[in-house]
């Protein structure tokens, strides 16, 4: 097939986009870690937040939110399979009843 692009038009060539290779790079990560975390049971996103927990100990839900870049929608439900999963317990905070703190169990 012939290249037709103009050589001031170059730099819209899709191979030419840095946000398409950033996504292929990506998606490429995301099926190497589906297969690395299918056996333990847990996706990519419950990865992130229980590495979080690890390393900061018991969080706000907000605070695990920010550090893995999560919205509460996407953020709750993840939780609740975590904790059904018994691998996280959450609690609401005794100084303040709105805030729900998380924290990883010893399983």
Partial sequence: MTDTTAPEEEFLRLDRQ????LNAASR???SV???ALKDLGLTYPQYLV???????GELPVKRIGA?????????????????AAGLVRRERL???ERSVA??????
């Avoid at 229980?50 to 900061?56: F, G, N, P, Y």
Wanted: proline share 5%; glycine share 4%.
């Fill in 28 to 30: 490429a990560f995301g």
């Fill in 94 to 96: 005794a100084t303040d």
């Fill in 67 to 83: 550090l893995v870049r999560l919205d509460s929608g996407t953020l709750s439900p993840l939780l609740k399979r975590l904790e």
């Fill in 18 to 21: 840095i946000c398409f290779s």
């Fill in 50 to 56: 229980m590495l979080v927990l690890w390393e900061h």
């Fill in 102 to 107: 998380v924290r990883l169990t010893p399983e």
């Fill in 33 to 35: 870690y589906r297969l």
